[in-house]
């Protein structure tokens, strides 16, 4: 249940944006790591959301499992080395039960991000979700969380104005790049198929400036350049013979730079202005060297500048961020009656039944001895009356179990079940064997 998910985590807050390349997986390595981390901790699901800001793990664990701190384990994972002595729990923050599902709400809300009420952020945890669910790593317990945490996005979203106005990081990077191409006017490319490139080509293309799409496929890179009547050219070739370009966007997965001191040089060396280029690096790990561009007086800006900035207009926000707080809150409490639901829904159901049974058997007999010569259209109504009753007081105990499982003690469910007739007490407790083979198989 509730209590049996988990997320750890690192963000742009401990030591920067920049720092977190170091916990990033690699792309092709990613799936097959996730998968034995998995298997090596018994975790029956596992999510991980990496974006510019922030590296997270979301898992539920089996109920039999043992809660305890996975950190120095995530932290091996992510880092391919062990942590020293405290250096896990230093580095990584951790959440457990709710406290897990708030600190998902809260990333999907844009509430956590570096530029409050982000909205690329939406889209990068529903693409978590996607992957964990392709990789087979994700059941019932992710399912609900994810798709509850996209549903107080949307909320937030629609009932706010917190996502109004510039709070991308991707706005925040195209204004830098407009107050360049004001100075110096000529084309920019864009570097990267990614949902920040798109959000900047849309912009940038709105105002006029033209663009070249780079990237490592030239098939998709040509793809997005057709949508924004832009060039474009594969990143081998870009770094080889530069198109003309007064600045560059680059917001890719690589792990290494994709633009060394020579590349560098070759962009530099044709900017239609003479100027140097203005390079803006949304990528971590950076795709611009950091120091060859200080080493040939190329301006930078990188993922921290970025994020500083949008922390100058956080305040900016704080109204709207209050409002949205108080519908994550909302969400909340309601989520653990979900999990329950979707949990103990065959207990519930099978008392239901046995109550509905239990009436329908006392009025075949009653019909049968004691009022067998009523009509057709009283005997229907007496069965209609039974069921409904039946159903008003199989609501009673539901209702108390409700309170047992929110609010009892460990073992409460238990005593109650074993105060029954035995066999109506195996019923419930195959129902809730039901219960749990479809949250273990995610159906």
Known sequence: ??????????????????????????????????????????????????????????????????????????????????????????????WQGEGAAEHLFLIAAGLDSACVGETEIVAQVRAC?????????????????????????????GETGLGAGRVSLAEIAVERLRERVARTQGTVALVGVSPMTERAASSLRSAGIPLVVVNRTAGKAKTLADRFGAAFQSLESFR???????????ATAAPAPLFGQAALERIAARTPSGQPPLIVDMAVPPDADPAACRKLAIPRIGMDEIVAHAERNR???????????????????????????RYYGPLFGALQKRYRNTAQEGVRRLLKKELKGLGDRERIAIELWSEVLARRFAHIPCLGLRGLLHAGPEGSLEAFLSGLEPEFADELRAALDTGAARRASGS
């Not at 900016?316 to 969400?331: F, I, K, P, S, W």
Request: hydrophobic content about 45%; overall charge negative.
């Open 1 to 94: 249940m509730l209590e049996q998910l988990g997320m750890i985590g690192v963000s742009w807050r401990q030591g920067g944006v920049e720092a977190l390349a170091e916990f990033a997986l690699p792309d092709d390595e990613a799936a097959e790591r996730l998968g034995e981390f998995a298997d090596e901790l018994d975790l029956d699901e596992l999510a991980y959301l990496s974006t510019c800001n922030r590296v997270e793990l979301i898992f539920a664990r089996d109920e039999d499992t043992r809660v305890t701190d996975i950190r120095p384990q995530a932290f091996e994972l992510l880092v391919r080395r062990k942590p020293k002595p405290g250096e896990a729990a230093r580095r990584l923050r951790a």
């Open 129 to 157: 979700h996607e992957q964990s669910s392709q990789l087979g790593l994700s059941g019932a317990a992710l399912d609900l969380l994810f798709k509850e945490a996209q549903r107080i996005a949307a909320r937030v979203r």
């Open 240 to 250: 080889r013979e530069p198109a003309p370009v007064e600045a560059l966007l680059s």
């Open 315 to 341: 305040a900016a926000r704080l109204v709207e961020a209050a409002q949205a707080r108080e519908q994550v809150d909302q969400a909340l409490a309601t989520l653990k009656d979900r999990f329950a639901e």
